[in-house]
């Protein structure tokens, strides 16, 4: 089974840039649709952004369009999450996941049921 682990969050000033990091051990993170979700205080989870197995397709939340890439590094075993122009509405815990048999990107962004394996978890605050 793989596991995840996240890194690159903090504290950043309005309009900053961060790189999420998301490690797999244990199995290929090419045999998995990966995906960004964030969960801010009092608010449900919701899908940031998802990368296809062979990084041909994306999805990405409306409110992150054009500020946010995602993108993998196969000899890394890496996924990873370009923020830039942050905004204060992006504070939250971010949390890569990954779906070993849903390949549709939108799919596993939207529905967290098929996700098999989350990672811990990364504090991303956006204040000045």
């Known amino acids: 089974q793989v596991q995840l682990v996240e890194s690159g969050g903090g504290l950043v000033q309005p309009g900053g840039s961060l790189r999420l990091s998301c490690v797999a051990t244990?199995?290929?993170?090419?045999?998995?649709?990966v995906g960004w979700f964030h969960q801010a205080p009092g608010k449900e989870r919701e899908g940031v952004s998802c990368?296809?197995?062979?990084?041909?397709?994306?999805h990405y939340a409306e409110s992150v369009k054009g500020r946010f890439t995602i993108s993998r590094d196969y000899a890394k075993n890496a996924v990873y999450l370009e923020m830039n122009n942050l905004e204060p509405e992006d504070t939250a815990v971010y949390s890569c996941?990954?779906?070993?048999?849903?390949?549709?990107?939108?799919?596993?962004?939207?529905?967290?049921?098929?996700?098999?394996?989350w990672g811990q978890g990364t504090q991303v605050t956006v204040s000045s």
């Open positions: 996941a990954a779906s070993a048999y849903v390949s549709d990107v939108r799919h596993v962004c939207v529905h967290t049921g098929v996700i098999d394996v």
């Open positions: 990368i296809s197995k062979n990084s041909d397709s994306w």
């Open positions: 244990g199995d290929n993170l090419g045999y998995y649709t």
